[in-house]
Nanobody
Framework: QVQLVESGGGLVQAGGSLRLSCAASGVISDMNVMGWYRQAPEKQRELVAV???????NYADSVKGRFTISRDNARNTVHLQMNSLKPEDTAVYYC????????????WGQGTQVTVSS
């Protein structure tokens, strides 16, 4: 049973910073991708950033230069450092894990609210 537990959301003013963390537990394949998605009210869930276990990150254009994703492979944790936050970053942020051999199977955390006030 794979579980993802997120932490670090909250309320921040525009221009501020937050750091999200996600810890994965259970049987985790050495070949995996961990990442963050977000969903704002009345919008579809969208990719924010992902990082494969070789530490190669990919970012949505909307967060490039402001967000940094990192991971600790030994602890199966992933972090998202969010700087220069904007009101449009307000959303529920979800941790995601996909791994070999069944890459189509997506594991999700419970979500953490990030609210950026103007």
């Amino acid at each position: 049973q794979v579980q993802l537990v997120e932490s670090g959301g909250g309320l921040v003013q525009a221009g501020g910073s937050l750091r999200l963390s996600c810890a994965a537990s259970g049987v985790i394949s050495d070949m995996n991708v961990m990442g963050w998605y977000r969903q704002a009210p009345e919008k579809q869930r969208e990719l924010v950033a992902v990082i494969i276990n070789s530490n190669t990150p990919n970012y949505a254009d909307s967060v490039k230069g402001r967000f940094t994703i990192s991971r600790d492979n030994a602890r199966n944790t992933v972090h998202l450092q969010m700087n220069s936050l904007k009101p449009e970053d307000t959303a529920v942020y979800y941790c995601n894990l996909q791994m070999a051999p069944n890459w189509a199977r997506a594991y999700w955390g419970q979500g953490t609210q990030v609210t950026v006030s103007s």
